[in-house]
Nanobody, 127 residues
Framework: QMQLVESGGGLVQAGGSLRLACAAS????????MGWFRQAPGTEREFVAA????????DYGDSVKARFTISRDNGKNTVYLQMNSLKPEDTAVYYC????????????????????WGQGTQVTVSS
């Protein structure tokens, strides 16, 4: 069974940066679409970013475009989320997610489209 473990969360001041990592075990990432989602208290789970299995395609939520960058290192079985210019509204629990690519080069935005989830890592941005 696949497991995903996030790390890298913490407390940072507005304008600062963090890099989240998601380490996978149980299977390789090579045929998986990887995504990042976040959820703040009292809100729905929000799409942050996704990357295709080929690495050729990426997609970002409107609120993080030009500030966040998703990347993957299949050799290390790890996905990253580089977060720059952080804002207080970025405060949330960040989740890593994975799903099979179904032999297609694509990305998905819906949280319900992902089959595997990490336990989440807290990111808090102070003003």
């Amino acid at each position: 069974q696949m497991q995903l473990v996030e790390s890298g969360g913490g407390l940072v001041q507005a304008g600062g940066s963090l890099r989240l990592a998601c380490a996978a075990s149980g299977r390789t990432l090579s045929r998986l679409i990887m995504g990042w989602f976040r959820q703040a208290p009292g809100t729905e789970r929000e799409f942050v970013a996704a990357i295709s299995s080929s690495e050729r395609l990426t997609d970002y939520g409107d609120s993080v475009k030009a500030r966040f960058t998703i990347s993957r290192d299949n050799g290390k079985n790890t996905v990253y989320l580089q977060m720059n210019s952080l804002k207080p509204e970025d405060t949330a629990v960040y989740y890593c997610a994975a799903r099979d690519d179904d032999y297609r080069d694509w990305v998905r935005r819906g949280w319900y489209e992902y089959d595997y989830w990490g336990q989440g890592t807290q990111v808090t941005v102070s003003s």
